[in-house]
């Protein structure tokens, strides 16, 4: 009789088993209803204190309120991104180790062919959570003070036309770089090891503009010591709305960043949908919005599969331009 039941036991969880394989659902997932149960380590391709910590900090602190277990922010700004990235793609799959990722995560891979991950393919994509334009700023001592007149300006230069980035490969290098396919000139670029320093030797007079980051350089606007000229979105900016699009003089000019968040690669899709659920409820949040467009970036709320497209969308945006520009890491 005990043979009987422990038999009948046997049978009943090896029917159990099979069904939850059928379904698509491996029993590991079991393992996942307790989560967090532990505290998350969200890895964030920044030093303290700039625009991309910040919006880390923001979604940490909203995920800790929501998951009821501490999310903490790990900083890890060298190699551009490059070690964050390695680190959260050769971790486990488990929801425990998430990487705040952004364009410049895609950037990497047109500029550097020996990247130790694919930029997509050894990520599980969760959310995008926001897109963001640059800002082109110049010295309030500059002629220029339209969009016609910088491109004008720029095209009639005499002596060394420079622009000045956060750094080779960030956006701002790329946009210039985009600038003078578009507009025909041959700026040199200068790249700084940071946005704040870039900024720094822009108000001193050391080159002629920045397409800066608009969180970054808004401040600088409204204090007088730069003059903001136009946006790099397809067209004008709800928070900046006196700031024409670059594209209304130089048609199809566009560059637009963006904010998700991603895990390694093979994560359970219940876990991923979980993750992915909680991100768009702090979206959603009023405050969170309103820092978000006040900031100057659209919140976003892509599902994985979406942002998976997104991301490999712009793979291919980024190979193009650098081969047309012919950027390169130096």
């Not at 967090?36 to 910590?53: E, Q």
């Not at 720029?154 to 980035?165: A, D, E, I, P, V």
């Not at 968040?261 to 409820?281: D, F, N, S, T």
């Not at 979406?306 to 650098?322: E, G, I, N, P, S």
Request: glycine share 10%; charged share 20%; no cysteine.
């Amino acid at each position: 009789m005990h043979r009987t039941r422990i038999a009948s036991r046997a049978r009943a969880s090896t029917v159990a088993l099979f069904a939850l394989l059928a379904a698509g659902i491996a029993p590991a997932t079991f393992a996942q209803e307790d989560f967090p149960n532990r505290p998350i380590r969200l890895i964030t391709p920044a030093a303290p204190g700039g625009t991309t910590d910040i919006l880390s900090r923001v979604f940490a602190a909203k995920l800790t309120e929501i998951l009821k277990q501490q999310v903490l922010v790990d900083n890890r700004a060298s190699a551009s991104g490059v070690n964050a990235g390695e680190i959260t793609a050769r971790a486990q799959p488990d929801g425990y180790t998430l990487l705040l990722v952004y364009h410049q995560h895609t950037i990497n891979a047109a500029l550097n062919d020996k990247l130790p991950y694919h930029p997509v393919n050894d990520f599980t994509p969760i959310s995008q959570l926001t897109a963001a334009g640059l800002l082109l700023v110049v010295n309030p001592a500059s002629p220029v003070k339209t969009v016609k007149e910088f491109v004008d300006w720029t095209r009639g230069y005499k002596g060394g036309l420079n622009f000045g980035s956060a750094g080779i490969g960030s956006g701002g290098h790329l946009a210039g770089e985009l600038f003078n396919l578009m507009a025909g000139v041959k700026a040199q670029h200068i790249p700084y090891k940071g946005s704040g320093p870039a900024l720094a030797d822009l108000l001193g007079g050391q080159y002629q503009y920045n397409f800066a980051g608009i969180q970054a350089a808004q401040n600088l606007v409204r204090a007088g010591k730069l003059r903001a000229i136009a946006v790099t979105n397809p067209k004008r900016i709800a928070a900046l709305p006196d700031y024409p699009a670059m594209s209304e003089v130089l048609p199809g000019f566009e560059l637009v960043g963006w904010y998700g968040v991603a895990g390694p690669a093979r994560m359970p899709k219940p876990l991923v949908a979980k993750l992915h659920g909680e991100l768009i409820k702090i979206l959603n949040m009023p405050d969170v919005r309103e820092r978000i467009v006040t900031d100057g970036s659209e919140p976003v709320g892509s599902a994985p599969e979406a942002f998976r497209q997104y991301m490999l969308a712009d793979l291919v945006k980024w190979a193009k331009l650098v081969k047309e520009s012919g950027a390169k890491l130096e």
